[in-house]
């Protein structure tokens, strides 16, 4: 019987017949496995995020006016 983690109860591990895996997998309900934290690279920092440039002035009445 597999142990899995569900998106509902991310939480715990539960331990499901191979029917109910299948079932909870078809429906999209079960966690992916991440790759454990030693495999990740850690060589550089996460970029900035961009600036948003401002937004345009209204249309309507002109500065000249």
Do not use: F, N
């Amino acid at each position: 019987m597999p142990k899995v983690r569900t998106t509902m109860q991310p939480h715990l591990d539960i331990e499901v017949s191979d029917a109910a895996y299948l079932d909870l997998k078809r429906q999209g309900l079960l966690l992916e496995e991440r790759p454990s934290r030693a495999s990740e690279p850690t060589t550089s920092p996460a970029a900035a995020p961009a600036k948003t440039p401002p937004a345009p002035a209204p249309a309507g009445k002109s500065s000249k006016e």
